[in-house]
């Protein structure tokens, strides 16, 4: 199906991914300008740090989002005419994420006082943890409003990249990149509140606190597929770091980002499409899936156009990101470039059917399955291979990871599925 036709089937979606492109546009330019210039100040070897306090901080990101991004989402934009069902969504959501981020504060304090040699990391980090609490970009999503978290999230890039240009030089310690984007995060969630209460008429309160713990309960399953992702998107930079350096770590975060900046190019039709599918597959799953279909051959001729513009200008994108000479990293580059394909095609099934449809299990299958092959492959291919080994994996689990997400579309795609949770 034509791209026209597509995007002119619904003026919502329509405004929500041009509009998504051009914000992401500038969103990209920030990233590859700002991505430099921290390399430049804080070396290979500060960055290796700050990647790898990164990840740590991460888990607890994660654990105040829960799976409220999609399992929140979907419930916002199924019942978004229903005023008093929709506030109490968000209100109810809201406490709960409140709980998990004081849970989520106390910890990471913990653990920079007693494990960490430098403490101020995980201290200011807690900024970051209270402005991603803030940024309810969940609620906007499920309105279909996807445009304002694009342009949220790109006045928080600006707001950092004003930071990092303004205050971080080649003499700064690492903790104060966690200090600047805690302050960029804080700014943004103040003004998405500003933003829900004022335009959407939302209400900013402590809900009910039994019916917040029970949403956690019941949202756990899609919680616990997300964790053991991210775990599995972790466990290479701690076998690189285990095995090599953190330098070596490093190198490879710069290629990942190479193939993560790629993957932002796609993402405004992922997320534009995402409540849009929701609704279709609460109505009628046999059109939903052609829907998804057609979405998908989308994907991939983007994709494909990007892979290829990639492999054309590896030289380039590399030494603007890297001024050393980085023997393989080329190589290391050209196989993320693979993964980066298999990735969007793996993620358009698994967020726009499998999620869609209630299939909790099986996403949490198809997980446990990609941790044990980037384990038990990574370990072999790291030791030996170092971060092209690492490289390998990653492509690897991703084709393991779409295979048996096709599988799952197959046999499913004429089911009945559950849509209410």
Partial sequence: MPISKILSNNKTYTINTLSLFLLNGFNFLLSIIILPKLINNFGINGWGKITFAQIIVNYFIWFIDWSFPQYACKQISINNSKIEKRNEIFVNTRTAQLILFMVSSTLIVFYGLIFSQNKLIFIYSVLILFGN???????????????????????????????????????????????????????????????????????????????????????????????????????????????????????????????????????????????????????????????????????????????????????????YFIKENIVGMKNVVRVLTFSFLINIIYESIMNQYLVINNLFIEINKIKLIILISSIFLGIPLIFFKGIFGAAIT????????????????????NKKTLHTI
């Avoid at 956690?216 to 076998?239: E, Y």
């Avoid at 190019?265 to 995402?274: H, K």
């Fill in 133 to 319: 609490f803030l940024q309810s970009y969940w609620y906007l999503n499920g309105k279909e409003k996807i445009y304002e978290t694009a342009f949220f999230q790109l006045l928080n890039r600006l707001i950092f990249a004003l930071f990092v240009f303004k205050f971080i030089t080649k003499d700064s310690d690492v903790s104060i990149y966690f200090f600047y984007f805690g302050i960029s995060n804080i700014v943004t969630g103040i003004l998405v509140n500003l933003r829900i209460v004022f335009k959407y008429k939302e209400s900013i309160k402590i809900g009910n606190i039994k019916r917040s713990i029970k949403l956690i309960k019941n949202s756990f399953m899609l919680f616990n597929s997300s964790i053991i992702g991210n775990i599995t998107n972790s466990s290479i930079p701690f076998l690189i770091v285990s095995f090599y350096s953190i330098e070596s770590l490093g190198i490879y975060n710069i290629a990942d980002r190479i193939k993560n900046i790629s993957i932002q190019i796609i993402n405004p039709l992922s997320n534009s499409i995402f409540p849009r599918m929701s609704k279709s597959y609460n109505k009628n799953k046999e059109i939903a899936n052609k829907k998804l279909i057609n979405f998908i051959f989308l994907i991939i001729t983007l994709g494909s156009l990007i892979f290829i513009l990639l492999n054309s200008n590896l030289d380039l994108i590399i030494n």
């Fill in 394 to 413: 990653n492509l690897i689990y991703e084709v393991i990871g779409l295979l048996y997400a096709i599988s799952i579309f197959i046999k499913t795609k």
